[in-house]
């Protein structure tokens, strides 16, 4: 299997997710999980109609985004943890940031994004699993957090992202998925440019996609297995 035919079986499963909920396909958005991957695979991506990718390793990221340098129509997000001596790469170069869980990077994104560059798009993470191993925070943290975010002007709030613990059965991966749901609704009517929910991977989106997400992550259906050891962490 291609790349190209990998994301049209993608495309093909989120709709059919939409379509069984009753939702329009054209309200998801598919993020390809680019992570560990080389540029020729993203080139493959992009010449199959793929225009928004992720990375969980800042420098890898920021050396893709250099190599597609000369492209105006393409999205990174970052989705990976953050460092606080890496935010300024991310401020500088990313376009959206999935993994926002304390104020201190929030401020330090805000004080480092380029005045000449839109305000970054930030999605705070929950850990909605109250795993000891994830990052995020947990829901009765959220509001505060919200708050202080909306009042820094080279942020942007666009809601709320999620690894929930690994899940096999469809009615438990629901559970987290609707304690999320639930969270996002209450935010979209506190802050009106709360527009996405970025849940769901691979083996999970189908659950997700019922719940409400906006964004799935995909990286293994597309890419296929990681290639860890081509690529060290960064």
Request: hydrophobic residues 40%.
């Amino acid at each position: 299997m291609t790349i190209q035919n990998n994301i049209s079986d993608v495309i093909a499963r989120i709709n059919l997710a939409a379509t069984e909920c009753h939702r329009s396909p054209q309200d998801i958005t598919l993020l390809a999980v680019s992570k560990t991957k080389p540029c020729e695979a993203i080139l493959d991506a992009i010449e199959a109609g793929q225009r928004q990718f992720g990375e969980n390793y800042v420098q890898e990221g920021v050396e893709k985004i250099q190599f597609f340098a000369d492209r105006n129509d393409l999205i990174w997000h970052f989705i990976g943890p953050l460092q606080s001596n890496k935010s300024r790469l991310v401020a500088e170069y990313f376009d959206w940031f999935h993994t926002l869980d304390r104020a201190k990077i929030a401020q330090r994104l805000n004080d480092q994004r380029p005045s000449d560059k839109a305000p970054l798009n930030v999605l705070i993470q929950i850990n909605i699993s109250d795993e000891n191993s994830k990052s995020g925070i947990k829901l009765e943290e959220l509001e505060p957090l919200a708050q202080q975010i909306s009042l820094m002007p080279n942020l942007v709030l666009r809601g709320l992202m999620t690894i929930p613990a690994p899940e096999t059965d469809y009615e438990k991966q629901c559970v987290a998925f609707r304690k999320m749901e639930s969270a996002f609704k209450q935010l979209q009517k506190i802050y009106p440019s709360v527009d996405t929910l970025s849940m769901g991977m691979t083996d999970d989106m189908r659950a997700a996609i019922h719940c409400g997400s906006t964004l799935v992550r995909i990286g293994t259906a597309i890419f296929g297995a990681r290639q860890y050891d081509a690529q060290p962490e960064k």
